[in-house]
């Protein structure tokens, strides 16, 4: 017993944050222990706190194995930012740099203009550079959040 | 569930839970029946109790922003099951690198375009002077000493001098003047699209061969003012051989100027005309002293130089 339940022992590992927390025996095939290591407690706590240890493990098995890493982590700073945040957690991120996107292609938009005064109408295909949607890129993923006042085709909303 | 009698349906949450649907549901507000997929996400990503747990720590009045944010973190799982969040922020950050690097590159175009524009505005602003003091023919004879600097056109006043030079060769020079005005504004469009790549026109191809456009668009400030001080100095160059010639034997040499300022011929010809105009330059006194005294009465005769005439003489 004593030497299961040892953290040196060099036969068994110590059991990962997440046994320690649900206080269970962390087994050789613990979906858990490669990325919650004993030495970050708190990084299990925040995730299970919001997440719940069984949604964490669901989707753990629906990624693949070399995807489980960056999957975590991400669960991980999610959780941590609706702790801080309770309202809007990482949400509220999202909007604040949407924002700055609209803010950027509006004074593009403007700059753009005056360029065009210059550069008289012979050079109205140049406007196509640099008035392109930055939000509405066809190669990226435009974002809609709910506070968003763009309509988006990949809106949040789709069912 | 569909209570009987009653005109509203179970909500989402209660539909997917299989319960009952009280009116005192507390997710019933958030999760519609008609959009089933949206509970789908929030309960496989935080779990009914989680968000329960969720909305008892906020707010009354925050209630419905924080389950809107709930809603959307879940979908963005939902299309993003590996990176989550983390996907939408680093595209909108890469987004607003771009438009950041973007704005930067138009501001520089537009400070660019600003320049050309002053520039064009002072060249414009200056030739008034300059075409009314061409109309002055015969106020202001050229002496000895105007001759010489004449020759001389590394100095400021010899530039002046050569615009008095120019009188002679007044209507030629406007229509010089007139062309280089025109072909400016050829001149920043045609830089415009050459630093775009655009396909040059013929028009711009007049631009493309000179000199100015020879060098680089963003640095052709400078190298406009040169080119300009360059073909002035041409022209007087030129002008000083024919100074002492006849008004009518001038129209034809005054034609080749035209033409060559034109750019129909390669930059070769006009540097090599540019050479052969040094050539005259540094041979002009004994050109002077070589030249037949009836062609510089009849020069005199027509410009009224008569102090010119007694320079050569």
Same mark, same amino acid.
């Given at each position: 017993?004593?030497?299961?339940?040892?953290?040196?022992?060099?036969?068994?590992?110590?059991p990962c944050a997440a046994c320690?927390?649900?206080?269970?025996?962390c087994?050789?095939?613990c979906?858990f222990a490669? /990325?919650f290591p004993p030495?970050?407690?708190?990084?299990?706590?925040?995730?299970?706190?919001?997440?719940?240890?069984?949604?964490?493990?669901?989707?753990? +098995?629906?990624?693949?194995? !070399?995807?489980?890493?960056?999957?975590?982590?991400?669960?991980?700073?999610?959780?941590?930012?609706?702790?801080?945040?309770?309202?809007?957690?990482?949400?509220? =991120?999202?909007?604040?740099?949407?924002?700055?996107?609209?803010?950027?292609?509006?004074?593009? *938009? =403007?700059?753009?203009?005056?360029?065009?005064?210059?550069?008289?109408?012979?050079?109205?295909?140049?406007?196509?550079?640099?008035? !392109?949607?930055?939000?509405?890129?066809?190669?990226?993923?435009?974002?809609?959040?709910?506070?968003?006042?763009?309509? *988006?085709?990949?809106?949040?909303?789709?069912? | 569930?569909?209570?009987?009698?009653?005109?509203?349906?179970?909500?989402?949450?209660?539909? /997917? $839970?299989?319960?009952?649907?009280?009116?005192?549901?507390?997710?019933?507000?958030?999760?519609?029946?008609?959009?089933?997929?949206?509970?789908?996400?929030?309960?496989?990503?935080?779990?009914?109790?989680?968000?329960?747990?969720?909305?008892?720590?906020? &707010?009354?009045?925050?209630?419905?922003?924080?389950?809107?944010?709930?809603?959307?973190?879940?979908?963005?799982?939902?299309?993003?099951?590996?990176?989550?969040?983390?996907?939408?922020?680093?595209?909108?950050?890469?987004?607003?690198?771009?438009?950041?690097?973007?704005?930067?590159?138009?501001?520089?175009?537009?400070?660019?375009?600003?320049?050309?524009?002053?520039?064009?505005?002072?060249?414009?602003?200056?030739?008034?002077?300059?075409?009314?003091? $061409?109309?002055?023919?015969?106020?202001?004879?050229? +002496?000895?000493?105007?001759?010489?600097?004449?020759?001389?056109?590394?100095?400021?006043?010899?530039?002046?001098? +050569?615009?008095?030079?120019? !009188?002679?060769?007044?209507?030629?020079?406007? $229509?010089?003047?007139?062309? /280089?005005?025109?072909?400016?504004?050829?001149?920043?469009?045609?830089?415009?699209?050459?630093?775009?790549?655009?396909?040059?026109?013929?028009?711009?191809?007049?631009?493309?061969?000179?000199?100015?456009? +020879?060098?680089?668009?963003?640095?052709?400030?400078?190298?406009?003012?040169?080119?300009?001080? $360059?073909?002035?100095?041409?022209?007087?160059?030129?002008?000083?051989?024919?100074?002492?010639?006849?008004? &009518?034997?001038?129209?034809?040499?005054?034609?080749?100027?035209?033409?060559?300022?034109? /750019?129909?011929?390669?930059?070769?010809?006009? *540097?090599?005309?540019?050479?052969?105009?040094?050539?005259?330059?540094?041979?002009?006194?004994?050109?002077?002293?070589?030249? &037949?005294?009836?062609?510089?009465?009849?020069?005199?005769?027509?410009?009224?130089?008569?102090?010119?005439?007694?320079?050569?003489?």
């Amino acid at each position: 017993m004593a030497s299961s339940s040892s953290y040196s022992s060099s036969s068994c590992n110590s059991p990962c944050a997440a046994c320690k927390f649900l206080r269970r025996k962390c087994m050789p095939d613990c979906v858990f222990a490669p /990325y919650f290591p004993p030495e970050e407690p708190h990084k299990f706590a925040n995730v299970h706190k919001i997440f719940g240890a069984s949604n964490v493990s669901k989707l753990l +098995n629906e990624v693949l194995p !070399h995807q489980r890493e960056d999957a975590v982590n991400s669960l991980a700073y999610e959780a941590e930012a609706r702790i801080k945040d309770p309202v809007y957690g990482c949400v509220g =991120a999202i909007s604040v740099l949407q924002r700055q996107v609209l803010r950027l292609q509006k004074e593009l *938009d =403007a700059t753009n203009a005056d360029l065009l005064r210059y550069a008289g109408a012979s050079c109205n295909r140049g406007t196509g550079r640099g008035s !392109h949607h930055v939000g509405q890129n066809p190669g990226l993923y435009s974002f809609s959040s709910p506070w968003s006042t763009t309509d *988006d085709p990949y809106g949040d909303h789709r069912n | 569930m569909t209570l009987k009698g009653a005109t509203s349906q179970a909500c989402a949450a209660c539909k /997917y $839970q299989r319960r009952k649907c009280t009116p005192e549901c507390p997710l019933a507000p958030y999760f519609p029946a008609d959009q089933p997929k949206m509970f789908q996400n929030a309960h496989k990503l935080f779990g009914v109790c989680n968000i329960l747990k969720i909305l008892k720590t906020v &707010d009354p009045c925050f209630k419905f922003e924080t389950m809107k944010s709930i809603i959307c973190q879940a979908n963005i799982r939902e299309k993003f099951p590996v990176y989550g969040c983390w996907e939408v922020i680093w595209q909108l950050q890469y987004q607003i690198m771009a438009a950041e690097q973007e704005l930067q590159n138009v501001h520089k175009q537009l400070a660019l375009y600003r320049q050309h524009h002053y520039h064009q505005q002072q060249q414009i602003s200056a030739m008034p002077d300059y075409v009314t003091s $061409q109309l002055e023919l015969g106020m202001a004879p050229p +002496n000895n000493n105007n001759t010489i600097s004449f020759l001389n056109h590394s100095t400021p006043q010899s530039y002046d001098n +050569n615009n008095n030079a120019i !009188h002679h060769a007044l209507p030629v020079t406007q $229509q010089q003047q007139q062309h /280089y005005s025109n072909r400016s504004d050829d001149a920043y469009t045609s830089a415009y699209d050459i630093d775009s790549k655009q396909t040059i026109t013929t028009d711009n191809v007049l631009w493309a061969q000179n000199p100015f456009t +020879n060098n680089s668009i963003n640095e052709n400030n400078d190298n406009a003012e040169t080119v300009q001080s $360059q073909f002035g100095v041409s022209q007087t160059l030129a002008m000083g051989s024919e100074d002492v010639q006849d008004y &009518d034997e001038l129209h034809p040499f005054f034609d080749t100027i035209d033409d060559r300022q034109s /750019y129909i011929d390669s930059k070769e010809a006009y *540097d090599s005309s540019s050479s052969e105009e040094s050539l005259k330059d540094t041979t002009q006194i004994s050109m002077d002293h070589a030249a &037949d005294d009836n062609t510089l009465k009849s020069a005199a005769a027509c410009f009224s130089l008569t102090s010119v005439k007694l320079s050569v003489s």
